[in-house]
Protein backbone atom coordinates (compact mmCIF):
# COMPACT_ATOMS: atom_id res chain seq x y z
CA UNK A 1 0.00 0.00 0.00
CA UNK A 2 1.01 3.47 -0.68
CA UNK A 3 2.40 5.68 2.31
CA UNK A 4 2.94 9.32 2.48
CA UNK A 5 6.15 10.80 4.47
CA UNK A 6 6.52 13.42 6.90
CA UNK A 7 7.30 15.67 4.34
CA UNK A 8 4.29 14.60 1.64
CA UNK A 9 7.02 12.80 -0.35
CA UNK A 10 4.67 9.61 -1.97
CA UNK A 11 6.58 6.12 -0.82
CA UNK A 12 5.90 2.77 -2.35
CA UNK A 13 5.93 0.55 1.12
CA UNK A 14 3.57 -2.37 1.06
CA UNK A 15 2.75 -3.69 4.36
CA UNK A 16 3.81 -6.64 5.46
CA UNK A 17 -0.15 -7.41 6.60
CA UNK A 18 -1.10 -7.38 2.96
CA UNK A 19 1.08 -10.57 2.15
CA UNK A 20 -0.34 -14.09 2.69
CA UNK A 21 -0.32 -15.11 6.30
CA UNK A 22 1.49 -18.31 5.06
CA UNK A 23 4.17 -16.32 3.56
CA UNK A 24 5.68 -13.96 6.43
CA UNK A 25 5.83 -17.00 8.33
CA UNK A 26 8.05 -18.30 6.01
CA UNK A 27 11.91 -18.49 6.81
CA UNK A 28 14.09 -18.36 3.31
CA UNK A 29 15.63 -21.21 2.01
CA UNK A 30 18.97 -21.61 2.93
CA UNK A 31 21.09 -22.53 -0.11
CA UNK A 32 24.72 -23.94 0.15
CA UNK A 33 27.57 -21.02 0.20
CA UNK A 34 28.70 -20.50 -3.39
CA UNK A 35 32.38 -20.32 -3.92
CA UNK A 36 32.42 -16.61 -5.04
CA UNK A 37 31.13 -15.38 -1.74
CA UNK A 38 33.60 -17.15 0.38
CA UNK A 39 36.12 -15.63 -2.07
CA UNK A 40 34.85 -12.13 -0.98
CA UNK A 41 34.97 -13.12 2.55
CA UNK A 42 38.03 -14.62 3.46
CA UNK A 43 40.05 -14.15 0.48
CA UNK A 44 40.61 -17.46 -0.04
CA UNK A 45 41.47 -18.64 -4.16
CA UNK A 46 41.53 -22.78 -3.35
CA UNK A 47 38.03 -23.84 -2.16
CA UNK A 48 36.22 -26.74 -2.92
CA UNK A 49 32.26 -27.04 -2.09
CA UNK A 50 30.66 -30.04 -1.12
CA UNK A 51 27.89 -28.33 0.04
CA UNK A 52 24.89 -29.00 -2.85
CA UNK A 53 25.18 -32.58 -3.55
CA UNK A 54 26.70 -31.15 -7.44
CA UNK A 55 28.13 -33.61 -9.79
CA UNK A 56 31.99 -33.17 -9.24
CA UNK A 57 31.80 -34.27 -12.97
CA UNK A 58 29.82 -31.60 -13.94
CA UNK A 59 27.88 -32.64 -16.81
CA UNK A 60 28.28 -34.58 -19.98
CA UNK A 61 29.85 -33.58 -22.93
CA UNK A 62 26.28 -34.35 -25.05
CA UNK A 63 24.49 -31.80 -23.12
CA UNK A 64 27.37 -29.02 -23.55
CA UNK A 65 27.37 -29.51 -27.02
CA UNK A 66 23.59 -29.36 -27.18
CA UNK A 67 23.70 -26.05 -25.24
CA UNK A 68 26.54 -24.84 -27.57
CA UNK A 69 24.07 -25.56 -30.77
CA UNK A 70 21.63 -23.75 -28.57
CA UNK A 71 23.12 -20.48 -28.85
CA UNK A 72 21.65 -19.58 -32.50
CA UNK A 73 18.39 -19.70 -31.35
CA UNK A 74 19.05 -17.64 -27.76
CA UNK A 75 16.96 -14.78 -29.45
CA UNK A 76 13.56 -16.64 -29.34
CA UNK A 77 10.95 -18.23 -27.21
CA UNK A 78 11.43 -22.02 -25.89
CA UNK A 79 9.06 -24.47 -26.53
CA UNK A 80 6.79 -24.20 -23.97
CA UNK A 81 5.38 -27.20 -24.24
CA UNK A 82 9.25 -29.42 -24.16
CA UNK A 83 8.05 -31.36 -26.50
CA UNK A 84 11.36 -33.10 -27.69
CA UNK A 85 12.48 -33.75 -24.14
CA UNK A 86 8.88 -34.82 -23.12
CA UNK A 87 9.28 -38.01 -25.96
CA UNK A 88 13.05 -38.47 -24.89
CA UNK A 89 11.84 -39.12 -21.30
CA UNK A 90 8.24 -40.70 -22.45
CA UNK A 91 10.72 -43.46 -24.18
CA UNK A 92 13.51 -43.57 -22.07
CA UNK A 93 10.66 -44.26 -19.07
CA UNK A 94 8.18 -46.21 -21.06
CA UNK A 95 5.06 -43.58 -20.17
CA UNK A 96 3.10 -41.17 -22.28
CA UNK A 97 3.80 -37.80 -23.15
CA UNK A 98 0.91 -37.02 -21.64
CA UNK A 99 2.20 -38.14 -17.87
CA UNK A 100 5.17 -35.32 -17.95
CA UNK A 101 5.21 -32.22 -16.33
CA UNK A 102 8.49 -30.14 -17.10
CA UNK A 103 9.74 -28.04 -13.89
CA UNK A 104 12.24 -25.14 -13.28
CA UNK A 105 14.09 -27.82 -11.68
CA UNK A 106 12.14 -30.00 -9.41
CA UNK A 107 11.50 -27.35 -7.17
CA UNK A 108 9.29 -26.25 -9.29
CA UNK A 109 7.51 -29.54 -9.54
CA UNK A 110 7.04 -29.47 -5.77
CA UNK A 111 5.37 -26.18 -5.89
CA UNK A 112 2.73 -26.67 -8.56
CA UNK A 113 1.57 -29.61 -6.67
CA UNK A 114 1.22 -27.09 -3.58
CA UNK A 115 -0.64 -24.57 -5.93
CA UNK A 116 -2.32 -27.26 -7.76
CA UNK A 117 -3.60 -29.33 -5.25
CA UNK A 118 -3.94 -27.42 -1.67
CA UNK A 119 -5.56 -24.94 0.04
CA UNK A 120 -5.68 -23.03 3.36
CA UNK A 121 -8.46 -25.69 4.45
CA UNK A 122 -6.31 -28.62 3.84
CA UNK A 123 -3.26 -30.38 5.25
CA UNK A 124 -0.16 -31.87 3.81
CA UNK A 125 1.88 -34.83 5.76
CA UNK A 126 5.84 -34.89 5.20
CA UNK A 127 8.42 -36.26 7.60
CA UNK A 128 10.94 -34.67 10.46
CA UNK A 129 14.53 -34.11 8.36
CA UNK A 130 12.78 -34.00 5.41
CA UNK A 131 13.58 -31.60 2.53
CA UNK A 132 13.05 -28.44 3.49
CA UNK A 133 10.95 -27.33 0.50
CA UNK A 134 7.99 -29.23 1.90
CA UNK A 135 7.08 -27.06 4.43
CA UNK A 136 7.44 -24.50 2.86
CA UNK A 137 5.11 -24.67 0.03
CA UNK A 138 2.81 -26.04 2.25
CA UNK A 139 2.89 -22.69 4.18
CA UNK A 140 3.00 -20.42 0.99
CA UNK A 141 -0.64 -21.55 0.26
CA UNK A 142 -1.25 -21.47 4.03
CA UNK A 143 -2.18 -24.93 4.01
CA UNK A 144 -1.55 -26.90 7.57
CA UNK A 145 1.99 -28.88 7.99
CA UNK A 146 2.09 -32.13 9.52
CA UNK A 147 5.57 -33.13 10.34
CA UNK A 148 5.95 -36.98 11.18
CA UNK A 149 8.82 -37.61 13.65
CA UNK A 150 11.67 -39.68 11.70
CA UNK A 151 12.55 -43.61 11.89
CA UNK A 152 16.31 -43.86 12.39
CA UNK A 153 16.34 -40.65 10.63
CA UNK A 154 14.31 -41.88 7.90
CA UNK A 155 10.53 -41.84 6.92
CA UNK A 156 8.68 -43.88 9.37
CA UNK A 157 5.87 -44.75 6.59
CA UNK A 158 3.33 -46.35 9.11
CA UNK A 159 3.54 -43.06 11.39
CA UNK A 160 3.34 -40.99 8.10
CA UNK A 161 -0.08 -42.83 7.05
CA UNK A 162 -2.04 -43.09 10.19
CA UNK A 163 -1.27 -39.18 10.16
CA UNK A 164 -2.95 -38.59 7.50
CA UNK A 165 -5.98 -37.42 8.05
CA UNK A 166 -9.45 -36.56 6.07
CA UNK A 167 -8.34 -32.90 5.20
CA UNK A 168 -4.94 -34.20 3.57
CA UNK A 169 -4.59 -33.45 -0.21
CA UNK A 170 -0.38 -34.61 -0.46
CA UNK A 171 1.84 -36.59 0.78
CA UNK A 172 5.21 -35.71 0.53
CA UNK A 173 8.11 -38.76 0.40
CA UNK A 174 11.79 -38.22 -0.61
CA UNK A 175 13.55 -41.66 -1.47
CA UNK A 176 16.56 -41.28 -1.05
CA UNK A 177 15.97 -38.42 1.43
CA UNK A 178 17.95 -35.19 1.63
CA UNK A 179 19.87 -34.48 3.98
CA UNK A 180 20.05 -37.88 5.75
CA UNK A 181 20.38 -39.93 2.97
CA UNK A 182 17.99 -42.77 4.02
CA UNK A 183 15.89 -44.90 2.21
CA UNK A 184 12.92 -47.15 2.15
CA UNK A 185 12.24 -50.13 0.21
CA UNK A 186 9.68 -51.30 -2.39
CA UNK A 187 7.55 -53.89 -0.14
CA UNK A 188 7.07 -50.77 2.81
CA UNK A 189 5.56 -48.37 0.32
CA UNK A 190 3.41 -51.43 -1.23
CA UNK A 191 2.16 -51.60 1.89
CA UNK A 192 1.79 -47.04 2.27
CA UNK A 193 -0.06 -46.94 -1.01
CA UNK A 194 -2.04 -49.79 -0.12
CA UNK A 195 -2.98 -47.51 3.23
CA UNK A 196 -3.33 -44.75 1.97
CA UNK A 197 -6.72 -42.75 1.17
CA UNK A 198 -6.91 -42.40 -3.01
CA UNK A 199 -8.10 -39.03 -2.71
CA UNK A 200 -4.63 -38.48 -1.27
CA UNK A 201 -1.72 -37.34 -3.73
CA UNK A 202 1.17 -38.79 -3.08
CA UNK A 203 4.34 -37.03 -4.27
CA UNK A 204 7.91 -39.49 -4.56
CA UNK A 205 10.62 -36.98 -4.55
CA UNK A 206 12.99 -38.78 -6.66
CA UNK A 207 15.54 -36.32 -7.08
CA UNK A 208 18.49 -38.97 -6.16
CA UNK A 209 17.22 -42.03 -7.32
CA UNK A 210 20.13 -42.44 -10.19
CA UNK A 211 22.90 -43.37 -7.54
CA UNK A 212 21.22 -46.41 -6.60
CA UNK A 213 18.98 -47.24 -9.60
CA UNK A 214 18.66 -50.85 -9.07
CA UNK A 215 17.03 -50.50 -5.96
CA UNK A 216 13.35 -49.41 -6.21
CA UNK A 217 11.48 -49.44 -9.32
CA UNK A 218 8.97 -46.90 -9.20
CA UNK A 219 7.77 -46.88 -12.11
CA UNK A 220 5.96 -49.93 -11.59
CA UNK A 221 4.13 -48.28 -8.70
CA UNK A 222 2.73 -45.20 -11.32
CA UNK A 223 0.83 -47.69 -13.51
CA UNK A 224 -0.59 -49.49 -10.24
CA UNK A 225 -1.59 -45.84 -8.62
CA UNK A 226 -3.27 -43.20 -9.81
CA UNK A 227 -2.56 -40.76 -7.22
CA UNK A 228 0.92 -41.48 -7.03
CA UNK A 229 3.51 -38.82 -8.74
CA UNK A 230 7.26 -39.46 -9.19
CA UNK A 231 9.73 -36.34 -8.97
CA UNK A 232 12.85 -36.25 -10.88
CA UNK A 233 15.37 -33.56 -11.77
CA UNK A 234 18.72 -33.09 -13.77
CA UNK A 235 20.21 -31.29 -11.09
CA UNK A 236 22.10 -33.97 -9.70
CA UNK A 237 22.96 -36.77 -11.19
CA UNK A 238 23.29 -35.22 -14.57
CA UNK A 239 25.21 -32.46 -13.23
CA UNK A 240 22.61 -30.08 -15.23
CA UNK A 241 22.16 -27.68 -11.53
CA UNK A 242 22.44 -24.42 -13.07
CA UNK A 243 20.14 -24.96 -15.94
CA UNK A 244 16.95 -25.38 -13.52
CA UNK A 245 15.16 -29.02 -15.22
CA UNK A 246 13.61 -31.40 -13.97
CA UNK A 247 10.14 -33.56 -14.54
CA UNK A 248 6.95 -35.41 -12.82
CA UNK A 249 5.53 -38.22 -14.36
CA UNK A 250 1.69 -39.38 -12.96
CA UNK A 251 -1.91 -39.75 -14.57
CA UNK A 252 -2.89 -37.70 -17.77
CA UNK A 253 -5.46 -35.90 -15.10
CA UNK A 254 -2.80 -34.59 -12.58
CA UNK A 255 -0.59 -33.98 -15.39
CA UNK A 256 -3.30 -31.71 -16.94
CA UNK A 257 -4.41 -29.87 -14.04
CA UNK A 258 -0.38 -29.08 -12.88
CA UNK A 259 0.00 -27.80 -16.77
CA UNK A 260 -2.87 -25.28 -16.40
CA UNK A 261 -1.30 -23.55 -13.30
CA UNK A 262 2.78 -24.21 -14.81
CA UNK A 263 4.50 -20.97 -16.39
CA UNK A 264 4.55 -21.53 -20.00
CA UNK A 265 8.15 -21.11 -20.53
CA UNK A 266 8.82 -22.33 -17.14
CA UNK A 267 12.22 -24.38 -18.73
CA UNK A 268 14.37 -22.57 -20.94
CA UNK A 269 15.81 -23.44 -24.28
CA UNK A 270 19.65 -24.51 -22.94
CA UNK A 271 17.74 -26.67 -20.36
CA UNK A 272 15.47 -28.25 -22.76
CA UNK A 273 18.49 -29.14 -25.00
CA UNK A 274 20.84 -29.79 -22.91
CA UNK A 275 18.28 -32.52 -20.29
CA UNK A 276 17.70 -34.49 -24.06
CA UNK A 277 21.10 -34.87 -24.51
CA UNK A 278 22.01 -36.03 -20.72
CA UNK A 279 19.46 -38.72 -21.26
CA UNK A 280 21.18 -40.57 -24.14
CA UNK A 281 24.51 -40.24 -22.77
CA UNK A 282 24.53 -43.51 -20.51
CA UNK A 283 28.25 -43.78 -20.05
CA UNK A 284 28.58 -40.20 -18.30
CA UNK A 285 25.95 -41.49 -16.01
CA UNK A 286 27.61 -44.56 -15.31
CA UNK A 287 30.81 -43.02 -14.45
CA UNK A 288 28.62 -40.47 -12.31
CA UNK A 289 27.80 -43.54 -10.49
CA UNK A 290 31.11 -45.13 -10.43
CA UNK A 291 32.77 -42.18 -8.88
CA UNK A 292 30.03 -41.65 -6.18
CA UNK A 293 29.95 -45.31 -5.06
CA UNK A 294 33.91 -45.22 -4.30
CA UNK A 295 33.85 -41.22 -2.80
CA UNK A 296 30.75 -42.89 -0.45
CA UNK A 297 33.39 -45.65 0.34
CA UNK A 298 36.40 -43.21 1.19
CA UNK A 299 33.90 -40.91 3.35
CA UNK A 300 33.36 -44.20 5.30
CA UNK A 301 36.58 -44.67 5.71
CA UNK A 302 37.59 -41.60 6.41
CA UNK A 303 35.25 -40.87 9.12
CA UNK A 304 35.76 -44.85 10.68
CA UNK A 305 39.48 -43.86 10.96
CA UNK A 306 38.41 -40.39 12.54
CA UNK A 307 36.00 -42.11 15.26
CA UNK A 308 33.25 -40.97 13.57
CA UNK A 309 29.41 -42.40 12.60
CA UNK A 310 27.46 -41.37 9.98
CA UNK A 311 23.77 -41.86 8.77
CA UNK A 312 24.06 -44.69 5.73
CA UNK A 313 22.81 -43.38 2.61
CA UNK A 314 22.07 -44.07 -0.88
CA UNK A 315 22.16 -40.67 -2.14
CA UNK A 316 25.72 -38.74 -3.28
CA UNK A 317 26.34 -37.45 0.14
CA UNK A 318 26.66 -38.59 3.31
CA UNK A 319 25.40 -36.67 6.57
CA UNK A 320 28.22 -37.32 9.61
CA UNK A 321 27.96 -37.04 13.79
CA UNK A 322 30.31 -34.84 14.24
CA UNK A 323 29.90 -35.13 18.12
CA UNK A 324 29.85 -30.94 18.56
CA UNK A 325 27.92 -27.82 16.87
CA UNK A 326 27.48 -28.75 13.29
CA UNK A 327 27.38 -24.81 12.56
CA UNK A 328 30.83 -24.31 14.58
CA UNK A 329 32.33 -27.24 12.94
CA UNK A 330 31.02 -25.82 8.97
CA UNK A 331 32.71 -22.14 10.33
CA UNK A 332 35.30 -23.54 10.99
CA UNK A 333 35.74 -25.77 7.88
CA UNK A 334 35.05 -22.70 6.18
CA UNK A 335 38.27 -21.28 7.39
CA UNK A 336 40.44 -23.87 5.71
CA UNK A 337 38.72 -23.26 2.37
CA UNK A 338 35.88 -26.45 2.74
CA UNK A 339 32.29 -25.50 2.04
CA UNK A 340 29.80 -28.46 3.41
CA UNK A 341 26.57 -27.93 4.81
CA UNK A 342 25.57 -27.28 8.25
CA UNK A 343 21.86 -29.46 8.69
CA UNK A 344 20.93 -28.05 12.28
CA UNK A 345 18.11 -26.65 10.33
CA UNK A 346 17.08 -30.14 9.49
CA UNK A 347 16.86 -31.18 13.43
CA UNK A 348 20.29 -32.66 13.53
CA UNK A 349 22.38 -29.89 15.18
CA UNK A 350 25.32 -31.87 16.02
CA UNK A 351 25.64 -33.55 11.85
CA UNK A 352 27.16 -32.09 8.86
CA UNK A 353 26.22 -33.23 5.34
CA UNK A 354 28.90 -33.60 2.66
CA UNK A 355 28.34 -33.71 -0.75
CA UNK A 356 30.82 -36.64 -2.59
CA UNK A 357 33.21 -34.96 -4.35
CA UNK A 358 36.46 -36.16 -6.67
CA UNK A 359 38.91 -38.92 -4.72
CA UNK A 360 41.23 -35.06 -4.35
CA UNK A 361 38.04 -33.59 -2.90
CA UNK A 362 36.87 -36.05 -0.46
CA UNK A 363 40.52 -36.17 0.92
CA UNK A 364 40.79 -32.58 1.13
CA UNK A 365 37.62 -32.35 3.48
CA UNK A 366 38.92 -35.14 5.41
CA UNK A 367 42.27 -33.40 6.07
CA UNK A 368 40.28 -30.63 6.72
CA UNK A 369 37.72 -32.45 9.25
CA UNK A 370 40.42 -34.46 11.05
CA UNK A 371 42.08 -30.84 11.59
CA UNK A 372 39.02 -29.08 12.90
CA UNK A 373 38.27 -32.01 14.84
CA UNK A 374 41.76 -32.03 16.83
CA UNK A 375 41.64 -35.99 15.31
Not at 205 to 229: G, I, T
Request: hydrophobic fraction near 45%; charged fraction near 15%.
Amino acid sequence: MLTLDANNNTQASLSLQAANQGITNIAPYQTGKPIDELKRELGLDDIIKLASNENPLGCSPLAKQAMQDELAEVGRYPDGSGYTLKATIARTFNVAMPQITLGNGSNDILELVARTFVSTDHSVVYSQHAFAIYALVTQAVGATGIEVPAKDFGHDLVAIAKAVRADTRVVFLANPNNPTGTWFEEAEFTTFMQSVSKSVLVVLDEAYVEYFPDNFDSLKFLKQYPNLLISRTFSKAYGLASLRVGFALATAEVTDLLNRVRQPFNVNSFALAAANAALGDTDFLAQTRALNHAGMAQLEAGCTTLGLTWIPSRANFLSIHVERNGAQVFQDLLKLGVIVRPIGGYGLPDYIRVSIGTAEENQRFLQALAQVLGR
